[in-house]
């Protein structure tokens, strides 16, 4: 069920910071609401949840939110977050993180949360650009992409914070879109749940200064045009397409298990991995100082 | 077979809150909202409201709400 803005409004957010400093339109007020939505459904008190935020646009949520706050240096809002979940286990800690954020300068912090295991809530909002320092070209503008440090179009190739976030060990990762907003708060709410360090990826829209420059439209045109360049995992079809022969197609099926529809240049949306839950790092690090310090 | 009773949700615009991004007006699948001359929503069509909330979802800026009736 969907909060009503103005109780959202009243209950969770500062009002006299209020409004918001990005641009009209902007997919971080989506986000911001989504967040707090789900915070809400799980049942969380405000001085249970802790949001810990960097350097950029993205960074500026954590002014704006009445929860326990920490407005960190650019990039290293994993390492202080990983700080205050070590001192304050029972905290509920989210680290909300822009694309460049939290794989350009904060791309180690990142990487040793996720391998630490730590039980985090990472978000990350991806609009493909450096929003507040004026559009320059971020680790996934994909190639081609027309920024002000690009000019000619983007000639290297985006990271996949999916392979980095399998790779380096994190217990969750979905993606959203700003667009799917009910999916988003779903998401979130999700990875709100997992004990080790998850991560929701939230494609957003930066339409003043990517959407102008590769002429995607206003707001509006460029959320709709997540529509059709996502689209949801979807197991049934994923089972559907393991198996083929069962639906009359010729012999020899291919096994799509694995990379499944990887000639679909769509991006996936929803829940791409989740691992079975691992010893809790906090936990197990102060059984460890327990064993360690005590006296004979 | 149901009957729905149309014209009975409630719209509120914060004119306070709004920066007038055209969000709301752009998901609206009633056209029930349209923009003024200064790109701020205006209610136009407020018996035409199926209470889908897209508006509210969609809206950055927590400015707009659709209230259904008590019980």
């Known amino acids: 069920?969907?909060?009503?803005?103005?109780?959202?409004?009243?209950?969770?957010?500062?009002?006299?910071?209020?409004?918001t400093t990005w641009c009209p339109g902007c997919g971080l007020g989506i986000v911001m609401s989504s967040i707090v939505q789900a915070v809400h459904h799980r049942g969380l008190a405000?001085?249970?949840?802790?949001?810990?935020?960097?350097?950029?646009?993205?960074?500026?949520?954590?002014?704006?939110?009445?929860?326990n706050t920490l407005h960190t240096t650019h990039g290293r809002a994993p390492a202080f977050a990983t700080?205050?979940?070590?001192?304050?286990?029972?905290?509920?800690?989210l680290v909300v993180m822009g694309d460049g954020d939290s794989m350009s300068i904060g791309g180690n912090h990142l990487v040793h949360a996720m391998r630490r295991n730590i039980g985090l809530t990472a978000i990350v909002v991806n609009n493909a650009v450096y929003g507040l320092t004026g559009g320059q070209a971020s680790p996934t503008t994909p190639v081609g992409g027309r920024t002000t440090t690009s000019r000619p179009g983007s000639f290297e190739r985006?990271?996949?914070?999916?392979?980095?976030?399998?790779?380096?060990?994190?217990s969750f990762f979905a993606r959203a879109t700003v667009n799917h907003t009910a999916a988003l708060v779903k998401l979130i709410e999700r990875a709100l749940a997992v004990p080790g360090f998850s991560m929701v990826e939230i494609v957003s829209n930066c339409h003043v200064l990517y959407g102008r420059m590769n002429d995607l439209g206003d707001a509006a045109q460029m959320m709709?045009?997540?529509?059709?360049?996502?689209?949801?995992?979807?197991?049934?079809?994923?089972?559907?397409?393991?198996?083929?022969?069962?639906?009359?197609?010729?012999?020899?099926?291919?096994?799509?298990?694995?990379?499944?529809?990887?000639?679909?240049?769509?991006?996936?949306?929803?829940?791409?991995?989740e691992r079975a839950p691992r010893d809790d790092y906090a936990q197990r690090y102060h059984a460890m100082v327990a064993e360690h310090t005590a006296l004979p | 077979m149901t009957?729905?009773?149309?014209?009975?949700?409630?719209?509120?615009?914060?004119?306070?809150?709004?920066?007038?991004?055209?969000?709301?007006?752009?998901?609206?699948?009633?056209?029930?909202?349209?923009a003024d001359e200064q790109a701020y929503p205006v209610v136009v069509r407020a018996e035409a409201?199926?209470?889908?909330?897209?508006?509210?979802?969609?809206?950055?800026?927590?400015?707009?709400?659709?209230?259904?009736?008590?019980?």
Not at chain 1, 1 to 19: A, C, D, H, T
Not at chain 1, 46 to 67: N, P, Q, W
Not at chain 1, 158 to 170: F, H, I, K, V, Y
Request: aromatic share 6%.
């Open chain 1, 1 to 19: 069920m969907k909060l009503q803005n103005g109780f959202i409004l009243r209950e969770y957010l500062r009002p006299q910071v209020l409004p």
């Open chain 1, 46 to 67: 405000k001085r249970d949840v802790a949001m810990v935020s960097g350097i950029g646009c993205t960074g500026r949520m954590s002014g704006y939110v009445d929860f």
């Open chain 1, 83 to 93: 700080g205050l979940k070590l001192a304050r286990p029972d905290l509920n800690v």
């Open chain 1, 158 to 170: 985006p990271m996949n914070l999916e392979a980095l976030a399998r790779a380096s060990g994190a």
């Open chain 1, 224 to 273: 709709q045009g997540m529509e059709p360049t996502t689209r949801r995992v979807n197991p049934v079809l994923l089972r559907r397409a393991s198996m083929p022969q069962r639906l009359g197609a010729p012999e020899a099926p291919v096994d799509t298990s694995d990379t499944p529809f990887i000639d679909d240049p769509r991006i996936q949306r929803g829940v791409i991995f």
């Open chain 2, 3 to 34: 009957v729905v009773e149309r014209g009975i949700y409630r719209i509120e615009l914060t004119r306070s809150m709004c920066k007038a991004c055209g969000l709301c007006v752009a998901w609206c699948p009633q056209q029930v909202l349209a």
């Open chain 2, 49 to 71: 409201c199926v209470n889908c909330k897209a508006c509210e979802r969609h809206c950055p800026d927590l400015a707009i709400e659709v209230f259904a009736p008590e019980g």
